[in-house]
């Protein structure tokens, strides 16, 4: 998407139109993709299927070079895939597919001559903002809102070259908050945040996207970051990639997400001892 000058209107989250969650879903069919030139993995995804409903948070685990951020590369059309394809579905009809992609190296997505303000919403459309019940009269005070919510609330008029790596990831999850992207693609985005913020920032994302019927699916290492934050961990291993267990919460309450973490903890175990390896 071409950066262009952000408009001047605002995000009431509370205003936003919840009907459409679920209603739209993405899936990966039958994904073969790779890098040409690596002699050592050419093939890094075969015939890989996945699918991703709206209201729900995904989170992609697996050992380091498995194909956890290929796999995001080729969901983000980042990386073209050899066979298969990502295909966007919205029962309503009403969303084209957008999407939020947050590399890894989340200083890409950054706009350096921006603003922070800016940042949050660097894009030219306003339609989508208004179809996702933003109102542009009180948009610039939203946005110095979810700055403030996750901290930035002092440095919104500075750039973001200025700010920390925490701040600038914090930053670019903030411009998550606002995003009208149906689906949001994230590797890795609490890698430069302390566990303050991680936890405080996992609630406040977490009510947000699901609220508003967003695809998320997110790449993530620790299993208690990904218990907080999402409804199904999907571990992935294997050479070529391939989904290899699914397991999900069961609710919001903390003993919930205490089960979750264990499970997901007792899954990484078993991972670790062979118990699922496929290779
Ligand atoms: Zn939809």
């Not at 093939?43 to 948070?57: Q, T, Y």
């Not at 947050?102 to 950054?110: E, F, K």
Request: proline residues 4%.
């Amino acid at each position: 998407m071409k950066p262009s000058p952000s408009q001047e209107g605002t995000v009431n989250i509370s205003k936003l139109d919840r009907s459409n969650s679920l209603c739209c879903s993405y899936a990966a069919r039958r994904i073969c993709a790779g890098y040409p030139g690596r002699r050592d993995a050419q093939i890094v995804l075969e015939n890989l299927s996945a699918e991703f409903v709206g209201g729900k948070i995904y989170v992609l685990m697996g050992r380091n070079g498995c194909g956890k951020s290929t796999l995001l590369k080729v969901l983000a059309g980042e990386l073209h895939p050899n066979a298969g394809s990502a295909d966007f579905e919205c029962e309503s009809g009403r969303h084209s597919c957008s999407i939020e992609y947050l590399p890894q190296d989340y200083r890409q997505a950054l706009f350096p001559w921006k603003t922070v303000l800016e940042n949050v919403y660097p894009w030219d459309n306003t339609s989508d903002l208004v179809e996702d019940g933003f109102d542009l009269n009180s948009f610039k005070e939203t946005k110095i809102k979810i700055l403030s919510d996750f901290g930035l609330g002092a440095v919104c008029n500075g750039f973001p070259y200025k700010l920390s790596g925490g701040q600038q990831q914090l930053l670019l999850l903030a411009r998550s908050v606002v995003s009208t992207a149906r689906v949001i693609l994230l590797d890795e985005p609490f890698s430069a945040l302390d566990i303050i913020w991680r936890s405080l920032v996992s609630e406040h994302l977490r009510r947000d996207w699901r609220g508003r019927g967003k695809v998320v699916i997110c790449v993530m290492h620790e299993p208690e970051e990904a218990a907080v934050l999402a409804d199904e961990v999907v571990f992935l291993s294997g050479s070529p990639m391939s989904v290899a267990e699914r397991i999900h919460r069961e609710s919001e309450s903390k003993a919930s997400v205490k089960d979750f973490r264990a499970e997901i903890e007792k899954m990484i175990q078993e991972f670790a001892h062979g118990e699922h390896n496929d290779a």
